[in-house]
Nanobody
Framework: VQLQASGGGLVQAGGSLRLSCVASGGSFSGYGRGWFRQAPGKERDFVGSISWSGSTYYVDSVKGRFTISRDDATNTVYMQMNSLKPEDTAVYYC??????????????????WGQGTQVTVSS
């Protein structure tokens, strides 16, 4: 499984970005797709996920601001990020794996990871 994330950049607080993650190199039938982020000096944390059936799940800090969607025809997952805050600044990673409701927020549930894309939100 190979994942390629893109779409990061520098944006002012209140702005928007859309991250993309294209998967290749395997079958993703039944796979969930997740987004994680790692801020400077901190551990990598779960942001949100979308199941194979389209069910989404978000960490409380991004609910109502971030939206994850998927296009199975192109094996691409998107994360629309609105109303960005300086505390959203991080490297964002996409991931894919055979996740379930009980483990979709755990890093070890995912088999493949993208290289990360930097998101910087200025105040």
């Amino acid at each position: 499984v190979q994942l390629q994330a893109s779409g990061g950049g520098l944006v002012q607080a209140g702005g928007s970005l859309r991250l993309s993650c294209v998967a290749s190199g395997g079958s993703f039938s039944g796979y969930g797709r997740g987004w994680f982020r790692q801020a400077p000096g901190k551990e990598r944390d779960f942001v949100g996920s979308i199941s194979w059936s389209g069910s989404t799940y978000y960490v409380d800090s991004v609910k109502g601001r971030f939206t994850i969607s998927r296009d199975d025809a192109t094996n691409t997952v998107y994360m629309q990020m609105n109303s960005l805050k300086p505390e959203d600044t991080a490297v964002y990673y996409c991931a894919a794996g055979p996740t379930s409701l009980g483990n979709r927020n755990r890093q070890n549930s995912y088999e493949g990871w993208g290289q990360g894309t930097q998101v910087t939100v200025s105040s």
